[in-house]
Each structure stands twice: as structure tokens, then as C-alpha cells.
């Protein structure tokens, strides 16, 4: 299984930026998968996730309206489209696939996560 994780970069507050996590190693619509952060010198929270048919997704409250989450099976891949960037968006993200069914905001219930990407966004 691997995940890897990549789109980040540098922007401007209020820009946008086209996140990807490709998938191997499994099927990828077995699963519920989701994004997660780690700012400097801060837990990981959750950012979003997507049921195994993308049918339903959730997002933190502070991404809400901001970020989309979505999957590509045929690509093997999950998205996070993020706009309206703020600062405090700076952090390393995460994908991380889900080790059971069902929808979770806990990263103690993913199994294999990406090796991260770093967003920084410049005020």
C-alpha cells in the first residue's frame, strides 16, 4: 500500500492550490479516504473526507466552503481543491486511508498515510 501526496507549494493569501494523492497497492473504492494537516509546533486535525463512493463528504469547520474533496478511481487518485487561502492554512497535508468503513475525523482510525506535501501560504 502507498500513498503519495503532492500539489503543494507556495501561494498568495486568497489563491488556490490543486492537491493529489495517488493510490497503489489497493482499491481504492474499498475505502473511505480523507485529508489531515500538521502546522509548525501543532496536533494534526482533520481537514476532510470522502466516502468510499464520494457520495458524501465532511470538512472542518475552518475548510468549509473553502476546500473540496474528491476521488478518481479510474485515476486512483483523491483530490483536495483548496481556495480562498489563508495563512493559517500553512501546514503539512496529509492523505490517509481509512482502516475500517464508515466516516471518521480521528486519525487513530487510518491505516496508511501519505508522506505529506507543504502548503505555505504568504500573507
Known amino acids: 500500500v502507498q500513498l503519495q501526496a503532492f500539489g503543494g507549494g507556495l501561494v498568495q493569501a486568497g489563491g488556490s492550490l490543486k492537491l493529489s494523492c495517488a493510490a497503489s497497492?489497493?482499491?481504492?473504492?474499498?475505502?473511505?479516504m480523507a485529508w489531515f494537516r500538521q502546522a509548525p509546533g501543532k496536533e494534526r486535525e482533520f481537514v476532510a473526507v470522502?466516502?468510499?463512493?464520494?457520495?458524501?463528504?465532511y470538512y472542518a469547520n475552518s475548510v468549509k466552503d473553502r476546500f473540496t474533496i474528491s476521488r478518481d478511481h479510474a485515476k486512483n487518485t483523491v483530490y483536495l481543491q483548496m481556495a480562498s487561502l489563508k495563512p493559517e492554512d500553512t501546514a503539512v497535508y496529509y492523505c490517509?486511508?481509512?482502516?475500517?468503513?464508515?466516516?471518521?475525523?480521528?486519525?487513530?482510525?487510518?491505516?496508511?498515510w501519505g508522506q505529506g506535501t507543504q502548503v505555505t501560504v504568504s500573507s
Open positions: 470522502i466516502s468510499r463512493s464520494g457520495g458524501r463528504t
Open positions: 490517509a486511508r481509512r482502516s475500517n468503513s464508515g466516516i471518521s475525523y480521528n486519525d487513530a482510525d487510518y491505516d496508511y
Open positions: 497497492g489497493f482499491t481504492l473504492s474499498s475505502y473511505t
